[in-house]
T-cell receptor, first 115, second 112 residues
Framework: DTGVSQDPRHKITKRGQNVTFRCDPI?????LYWYRQTLGQGPEFLTY????????KSRLLSDRFSAERPKGSFSTLEIQRTEQGDSAMYLC?????????????FGPGTRLTVL | QKEVEQNSGPLSVPEGAIASLNCTYS??????FFWYRQYSGKSPELIMF??SNGDKEDGRFTAQLNKASQYVSLLIRDSQPSDSATYLC????????????WGAGTKLIIKP
């Protein structure tokens, strides 16, 4: 296992289009997180899954954002009707259940540019 | 007041010197603290975590926690050019053990 993977690495889209990103966590990790990061800022929490259950979702997340983890393995993040303000790096992270700390392992990210 | 605050820098340190990075947090009940390193264009990676007051050392890195003053710092000894990166401080949100609240990061530049 080589760590958390994300696909695509880069996405350029036009305003109003829908986009979907995929995240494959480390295989034995049952916790999965999505973050968004803009230049000069730390990551901003979007949502959290424990296995297939979406347990937390940021209040900042509009209805245009939805995430799924149907079988408790990979996850998808969809943004509908993209806006220029959605341009950011979207990061996925995973962590194991019962770890002694909340160490989160990050994937390489998907950079979204909305024109 | 932001929940986790860091000086954005850049902090410029000569090679071989000690780099000192600071982070303050607002929630007095916070119990654990994380330092991540992020190279330009890359994703964050965990450097250290600390739970208890005092110092925790790992190689060239030392994390220092002072809960009474609500700050946590990261010291990097014998700084190398490869340490040049942005260092992010993260604290779990108290009402949720899963959400990390992140500072904006301090950009560190090690000058040869």
């Amino acid at each position: 296992d080589t760590g958390v993977s994300q696909d695509p690495r880069h996405k350029i889209t036009k305003r109003g289009q829908n986009v979907t990103f995929r995240c494959d966590p480390i295989s034995e990790h049952n916790r999965l997180y999505w973050y968004r990061q803009t230049l000069g800022q730390g990551p901003e929490f979007l949502t959290y899954f424990q296995n297939e259950a979406q347990l937390e979702k940021s209040r900042l997340l509009s209805d245009r954002f939805s995430a799924e983890r149907p079988k408790g393995s990979f996850s998808t993040l969809e943004i509908q009707r993209t806006e220029q303000g959605d341009s950011a790096m979207y990061l996925c992270a995973s962590s194991p259940w019962g770890g002694s700390n909340n160490e989160q392992f990050f994937g390489p990210g998907t950079r979204l540019t909305v024109l | 007041q932001k929940e986790v605050e860091q000086n954005s820098g850049p902090l410029s340190v000569p090679e071989g010197a000690i780099a000192s990075l600071n982070c303050t947090y607002s929630d007095r009940g916070s119990q654990s603290f994380f330092w991540y390193r992020q190279y330009s264009g890359k994703s964050p990676e965990l450097i250290m975590f600390i739970y208890s007051n005092g110092d925790k050392e790992d190689g060239r890195f030392t994390a220092q926690l002072n809960k009474a003053s609500q700050y946590v710092s990261l010291l990097i000894r014998d700084s190398q050019p490869s340490d040049s990166a942005t260092y992010l401080c993260a604290v779990p949100l108290l009402i949720s053990n899963y959400q990390l609240i992140w500072g904006a990061g301090t950009k560190l530049i090690i000058k040869p």
